[in-house]
Each structure stands twice: as C-alpha cells, then as structure tokens.
C-alpha cells in the first residue's frame, strides 16, 4: 500500500509529528554513487521558506543508513530518514472533534478507527514527499540522460506566480495551481498496452501526491474537442520524431521518443486561517472551525520538484523493466 | 503486464484480428450467480451499431469457458472469452511500411520488434475491452449496493452530441469526447494515504482505456483556480456527508462517503477517412497515407459502458482489500 | 493466486471435468519461435498410457489461441488452451457428502461454500498441470543454454521403479516417489538474499505440484547430520566451480554456477481402489468409501517433467529479472 | 526482492556492520497494542549467549521509530529498526580476495560487482532475521488464538541436543540440525489450489531463512516411502479432525484445521575456526583460509524463534487474505 515500483520499488514511512519520515528502496543496481550532498538541491527546492510556504521549516538532513558501503549502493536496501525536529503537536488536540474540510481527518479517523496518528495529518502529512523527493533524486541519476523538468506554470488561476501568491497572502487564503512537466531523450517503447500504460504508470504515482487533483497528457482535455485531423501527429523521421506533439510523447500507452509531457492541477491548500464550519462530532452540531499550526498558501509553489522526482521513480522503474538500466551500474 | 488488480485481479488477452479475446477473473468470490445473460445489457452498450461507430459489426457472444458451475462462480479463476468473426485483415497489409499518426503502429514495432500482430492494432485494440465489460457485469454485481453511472457529456468540444456526430459524419473527420462518471452509496475509508490513493488506482484504470488522455476528480482543474475558502467541502454530518462536493467524494486518497465524480478526456479517434501525412519507412520519405479499415467516428459514444467497468473492477478490489466483500457471496 | 511470476508470468486455470485447462503467459519476449509440435515432446512425457498410470486417456493437444502469430511470439499474452475430452462425472456425484480422505474434497467444501466444482478435483486437479507442461516447453526454449533434467530416483521406497509399480498393481494401493532435478550451465547470480531466494522461490513453485510434500536441496536434510567442514563445498576456480556440490548450486539464495540440484517427495496418490473410512457429513457417521473414478497409482510417475516445466518457468522469471534473457529474442 | 507478503507486507533491511538492521511492516491493522516490552521474549530467544552461539553479543533494542501512537498500532507502516553497536569490521577485509566456502561471498561479489558490503556477510547475514522476529512478535498477536512453537529436534545427526553440541565445541567444527514447528487452532480454508499453496508459501518464507536446505510437511519424505491406504488420514468428522495427521495439516494445498506440521534442515554453520582451502582471486591459486570473526557452531539453536517468526507472518498474511483477521483490531 505503501510501495511503488515493480523493479526499483520504494516504500515511504512516517509521520508529520513522529519521530520523523523517510523511504526505503528496493531493487537499486550496484555501484551508483551516493553521497548526502546529492541530495541538496531537490531537497532545497521541495524545502519552505519562500513567500506563501508554511513557517515550519524542517532541515530535511537525508540520513543514508543502510545499503550504501564507501559512498556507493550496494544492491542491498537503501533506507534514508529524515528527522522531525520543528513540532508544534499541541496546535491538533482540538481538532479531534472537529474534522478539518478538505483534509484527511474525517476518512483517516473511519479507516483508521481513530488509532491514527492525527497530528499534523500523520501518516497523510505532505511531508512524507521528503521520502519521494530523496528517491528521485536517485532515480534521476539512474535514467540519465533522461531530464526531467518541472515547474508551476499556473497559481490561482493566473499566470503571474508572484502576483498570484501576493494576493493570496493579502486574502489569507490558499490557491491551487498547475504543474507542467516535461521529460526529454526518452527511449521508444517504455509502458504496456493496457494496464501498464505509461500514463497509466504516471497517473498512478501522480495521484500519490497530495493535492493532486487531475493529470492530462499531451493536449489532454483539449484533445477532447479536436478533431482526429487536427490531433494526429505526423510522424516525421524513421526514429519517430513527429511534427506536433499533441500525444505528449506516448502513442497506445507506449513511448514514442518524443518529449513526454503532463500538466497536473493541484487543489488549493486544504488549511486556510479563515473561519471554516464543519461537523464537530462531540456536540454533534455544526460549528466553526479555526485551523491554527502552520501551513502554505499555496502547497503548488514546492510541488514541482516532487512531481519531477515522481516522475524519475516511475521512468527509472519502468526503465529497468525494459533492460534499460543495468543491475551493476 | 495485462493483470489489474489486488485481489480481484483480470488478465486481459486477444487480438483484434487473431482467434479472439477475452478476460480471465481471479479473486473472485464463490456462489456469485452468473449467467450467460447477464452480460447483454452492458456488451450491448460497447457494440457498434449507432451512427458515428464503426461498421464492423462483432456479436460479442461470452463464452463462460472455466470457473462456473451450476450458474454460480466457483471461486476458481474464471475464463470468459470472445470469438472474433467479422475481420477483413488485408487492409492492414499495405500499413506495415507506414505507421498510421495517432496508432501504435510505430511504437508496436520498436518495443516488440516487427513481431506484434499488427492487424487492426493486434493486442493493442479497443477490441481488447470486451474482457473488460465482461468483467465489469461481474464487478458490478459483487459491489452492489454501489451503483455507477457514465456518460458522455461532450462530443467535439459540443455538450449537444447528436449534432456533433453529424457534423463528424458530415465532415468524414473524427472527434473526441468527455465521459462524466459517477458512483453512489460507496463505504467510507476504500484507498490508501499515497501510492494506492482511490484516484491513483481508479486513474491508472482509467489510463489502460485506449484514447483517454486525461482523467480529473470533483473540481479536477478547475479546483487549480479555486482558492481554498471556495473549495474546502464543509462536513454537515457525522457520516460525512457534506454541502458542496469538490472534492469528488475523495479526501487524502480516501472515500470519504459522498458521490465518487471523475471526468475523463478521450481523443478523436486516430483512424480518419481523410488523407495524412507519414513517414514511409521502406522509401525513407514522407508520404500520404489513406486508412482504410471501418474504425468509429467518435469512439467515445461507444466507451461510458468501459468507463463504468473499469471503475466498478477498481471498486471490487478495493472493497475487498477491505473486506468489504466477502470471499463466499 | 492462480498466477506466479514476477515478468515472465503465468496464470492457469480450468477444471477436471469442465471444458478444459490452460495457461496464459504474460510479459514473454517476442519473437520467440513456437509452433504446436514443440509440445508433442513434454506432453507426451504427461500424458497417461503407462502401467501405473490413469486409464483416462487425453490427447492433450494445445490450441494456440493468442499471442502467437507467424509461428512467433509476438510479446502479448500468450494463451494455450486445451479440451477436456474423457470425462465421467458420474463417478463423483456421490462423493459430495463423503470427503475423500488425502484428497481436497473436505477443504474444498469449506474454503468455497458448497460452490466449488468438485467433478475430478474440479480446479484442484492434477489436471492442471497440462498448462504448467505447456508453459515450461516455452521456458526451455528462453533459458537456453540452460538444459534441466528430472527423473524418478525412488517409487514406493524403492529404486526399482519398475518393480515398485508392479508391487503396487498387484495390491491396487498406490504409492509415492522421489523425483531428483538438476539444472545445468545456469548463470551465476540469479535469485536474492531473503525472500527471493533461488531456494524460496523454486519451493514456492514445486508446493504447486499436486502430492508434493518436500524439497531438499543439495544435501538436503542430509546436510543437518553433517560438520561445517564436511559440508563447505571448496571452491575451485575463479567461475567458482566447486570440489563438492553439497550446496545443490546456491549459496546465500543465490546460484554459484555449479549444478542446480534439488529433490522432491511426492506423496501417493489419494486416490486408492481400497476401500476407506470417511465422515458422511449427511448421516454424521463415519462410513465406508470405496473411491471409483480412474486414477494413476503412482502420480510420481508422470511428474518428472511437471518438474522440469516448474523449474524453467522459475529459471526464466529469474534470468529476466537478472536480464540474461531479451525482451526480444 | 526485500518484501515478502500480499497484505500483511514486511520489508527487511540493514547491515551486519554497518549502522544496523530493521523491518518496515505495511498492511498492519489499527489499533493493536504495541510496545518495547513486547519483543523482548522473542529477540531474548534469537540472542547469543548460550554455548555453541557466537560471542558476538548484541543487545538488539528494538526502537519504534513510525507506525505507533500512544502504544497502539496506527494502520501506517511501522518501523522498527535496531542498531549494530558490536562489530569488528577488520577481520573480514582480508576475505576479500578469499571468498569463504559455504558462505555468500563469492556470488554476492558476481551479482553486485563487488559493491556490495562484505563485512560480516553485509545484507546476506543471519543477523537480518532479527528484523523477521520482530515482526513476528506482532504477527503473533494478530493471528491469536493461533499457536505456533518451534524446536530444535536434532542437532548434529543426533537427538541429545545438549551432547551434540558438546562434541562440537570439542571438535571445534560447527554442526546442523533440524527444526520441527507447529501450529495449532489454524482455521480451515488458508491457501490456495496452486501457487500460493500452504506450504508453497511457507516454503518460500522458510528458504529465506539463512542456512536452511530442506522443508517437509506432515510425513514429508516418508511420505514417499508409504502407501496410499498408510498416507490417507481417516476424516473423523464435520470439523475435518483426522485420526492421523500424516498430510501435516494442509490438503490440496490448504489448511484443513488439523494441526501445520512441518520440519526444516538447517546445514552446519559455514563459518569454522579449522583451516579450509579455497580459491583466492588476487593469486589464481587454491590456498589455506582460516576464517576469523565470531560465529555460531550451531546457528540451529537460535533459528527456532526465527522459524516461529517466519511462520507467524506467512500465517497473518494467509488470514488476512481470507478476512479472518479485521483491518481495525
């Protein structure tokens, strides 16, 4: 439930207020180097502090615990962890009665029979994208020369990022946004006709991410209202290359060498600082609810670099399913 | 590759031109009643028939080849399969030196290397979602009360779909379309908190549908412009129920009670009338292609009824992950 | 549940006395040569005939259904089929409220609620292992130069096979046996640490074979009666060739190049002309049974080459994880 | 490759010298309680300290580092890690060149390329099951009132254990021997026809155990030596009670609620203070290894808690297959 993967396959674990989060990963090949700094910069960029993100900062130090031996993977599991170190657990002790809209409290408390860990979201915390975020940077190494880039192309509607996240500070109210990602020097033929469908791969793991709320490859949505003559790419050379790139790099599920391209729309921030109303299940009445802790206006601003890491973790899987990645690398 | 599912788990198999296809069911509970006719309505559905679907006309007769006994599923793997009986394969001869835009033609050749059973688009057909509906009639009666609900919405960018179809008929050009669907009367708490989140798993079904090319849940890309005062859904009660349903009935990857509403985007169908552009692997030039072959219109007429069987197999497995479902109906 | 694998998958499915059995294979290269009288061989090797063996005769002749085209794999699911053609149902009906002792009968009842076909075994039959012959003749044909031998070393307690089944005709009781496997020019490294042992997942895949109750590999149990230092196999050359071989080929779970040995007991057969004593769920007496129905005496006998087909359907799942075998061939 | 299970999953990771071990379980139900004190009869069992075990003490503190809330199971993966404090790493750099009979050394170094971590046995040593009896702790209370004990019934050829061990430390060689474990008030119907067969599963967990060579189940090898009217067990009523329980237990491949009995061969430790000969890579000559570290002449006499553990597992993952145990205990 917690696993991704069929070859390179990583479990995530842990919580917002626990001891801490992290991933454990299975089926690496040998012989890849790794070291802490490599994970500076994806995990800097997924890291809060820049205007609309959570007052919460978290150092994330990857500690590289099993599966590395003299700076290099072994083939043995790879288990990285991240401590908690900046709790304010006592923020949440009130909302046990009053579920949060749009948050997880009211489905985890029924799943989970209130045995859940409820604090900061638990075990449903974004936080746990740390874990994501390490992976991909492994699975990046793996899939080169496969880049991967992604980034905010939309933030409340607006394609002013700025101007959209100022305004969104001013009301005290959280936007969405949408993620566009491309990735390039894909190999042809990754994915499978049906079930294991390179969107279907993507989509999968998309969904994973909290706040994702739809995913459209190629034109997408607008593929919907165009015409077979106008959706059709022609196909240019003997290596695929076509004119237009209306498929987003992927014919009958399957690769075809061109720039693989999704957009993904992510809802705004469930935690705002208005009043919100909501069912308080101990009174049994309808009341009003202010969420306190710290939160980001606009979760969309350090998405991009969990989408690009996702998207790596399905490649470098889908990769090594297709021999394309060595087992000793 | 071709297996979905957990527990209840379908393995889909055929080629469009070949002896046939089919669907073969593990998992599945005992003492299910299941008949010959209980597949009519929905195999009725997907077959061509209606203006804008294809003139190849398949009677689609299941044959319940293992796993039932009496009239009730036996808790062995059940075997349904479909004869192919109306295909006019030499019109995919002359295709082999020039893949056909939008197809897997190109892409087929690379992965299976000249090998794959090209006629019609061989294992790539939608041909191949007769084994789906077969398994859905069957998803559908063991996740009962759980009703689901399809529909195209949209044809050609045209809420108004007779016309759209005239206009494609008129027009000898292919369109696209939106298929809303909905399920009611769903348990709280099916989905896990990340990878196998009710969006990932239902999108990962959705995406093995030939031609969707985006999928979005409640507000889906619209919840990207919204802020969060608008899009928080307020809990009214203490079954979950709330006012607004942006969401989609969804919350941190879970059911959380209220209606499940997904949309999905499908393509104008990649074979049209109409002369195209493609590159010519035998000459090394571009050249034009004519598609011959009797191909739908708007294939997304024909495709609520896949929709609702892939949903109601994502459903199945998920309620029995649960134990929602028992192993002896 | 029915389905073992990780790439090279297959699934089997059928009954005794419905209309058949088979095997699906997914995730088999394309390209791959295979045409009906590859078959004819281990089939034969199945089939019934000698003395000892069942008097229901089938001809066992594999239809190629799917995934086959031009005499070659074409990378989809591969579906072979055969007809259940000598059957007499009649003999089992009253069987129903008298479980047959040794026999599936009892758990049977229990694990599917009454629903299960109980004709034969119905999906518990050895009858089923047709598939699993049929799978293997194309797992041989992968795993080249890789070349597996199986044989009957004891019957009944007795290295003279032929005069243990006469002992055995002569008092119409049945008996067990031995069977010895050995693999030849494996390559080093296939299988895991833990779980994924060579050892683990050849076991999990022999336990399938109906009547098989225990696997030694190398010295086996033998090996708990020995010293450290009469066991260690010294190792020889840089390829790791080795003096002894009391490892049967694996070490720490994985192959060491050397031969791959291992044993099985096969139980005998449930199924006795004698007459036994039985619960008689309707009269809630213990009663006589006298078991009709054809049966082999000696079901060891036909299982050598069940044996082998169960190892080269482990080998080549393993030598494609280890991507010793090509997606194309 | 490092998980084993289908619902109740566990993951196992870690060193022999390196920071230390652990478990990662997913698919555990909510609510159970679980704290420190729990584990401590089983890892006091696995502990060295008795004569004929290692000097290598380790005081294998069990932290619970995610997945627990107020010492109650939260349905997240829980962790549980221990750390390596006694580790004497420069005996084994020598060994490089020199690779160990009997042990891994030489296939880890062809698999992983010689990145692997070889200290100690690396991700290959014993020292990864106290990760499995930690997770058999809480399998154990999962499938209450399921009983399952483990012994060690012979050692070294011979059933006064104490004497056996005796003569080994004497010897200075190390010996083997066998374990018999059973289970009692298992539910009838655990299991499958064919793949994921009773023993097909407990098999595959019992190989990942290091060391273990052979499984039998019920009369198992003599089995083959019997008749069919001596192996029959007499049904003696409705509950499936047997007079003898030669089957150990499973028919057809699943439990017939009868007591599991099954027995397992466990080789002599590989590692032995006496001088041995084996092939060194860096000469090209066969030459005389003396192997330091600290190592058990009898690893049989710890394994039995460990055999317990992996049969707890299979046995929750089984159970929780067929609903008989909730997903909120």
Do not use: W
């Amino acid at each position: 439930m917690n696993t991704f993967g069929r070859i390179f396959r990583i479990s995530i674990f842990g919580e917002s207020h626990g001891s801490g989060v992290g991933v454990l990963i299975d089926g690496l090949p040998a012989g890849l180097p790794l070291i802490f700094n490599d994970f500076e910069t994806d995990l800097g960029r997924r890291r809060a502090g820049a205007k609309g993100t959570t007052p919460r900062k978290e150092a994330d130090l990857p500690k590289l615990i099993n599966g590395v031996f003299n700076d290099l993977t072994t083939g043995a599991p790879l288990m990285i962890q991240f401590e908690n170190t900046n709790t304010r657990s006592k923020d949440y002790d009130k909302l046990r009665d009053m579920p949060r809209p749009g948050h997880a409290d009211f489905v985890a408390s029924k799943k989970f029979g209130g045995f859940e860990d409820y604090r900061g979201g638990g075990h449903f915390s974004a936080r746990l994208t740390t874990g994501l975020v390490a992976a991909g940077v492994i699975a990046k190494k793996l899939i080169f020369p496969v880049e991967i880039n992604a980034k905010l192309i939309e933030a409340g509607g607006n394609a002013d990022i700025e101007a959209a996240i100022n305004k969104a500070v001013e009301e005290q109210d959280s936007i969405g946004g949408i993620i566009e990602c491309r990735a390039k020097n894909l190999p042809i033929g990754l994915g499978e006709p049906f079930f294991d469908s390179v969107e279907s791969v993507l989509a999968h793991m998309m969904f994973s991410i909290p706040a994702v709320k739809g995913i459209e490859f190629g034109s997408g949505f607008l593929a919907a209202k165009m015409k077979g003559s106008q959706h059709n790419d022609v196909i240019l050379s003997k290596d695929g290359k076509t004119k237009t790139n209306h498929a987003g790099g992927i014919n009958g599920g399957i690769t075809n060498g061109n720039e693989l391209v999704f957009r993904i729309a992510i809802k705004p921030t469930s935690s705002i600082s208005k009043e919100q109303q909501t069912f308080n299940v101990a009174t049994g009445k309808i009341e009003t609810l202010k969420v306190e802790g710290r939160h980001d206006l606009c979760v969309a601003l350090r998405a991009p670099v969990v989408v690009e890491a996702a998207t790596a973790i399905v490649l470098a899987d889908l990769m090594m399913l297709e021999q394309k990645i060595k087992r000793i690398v």
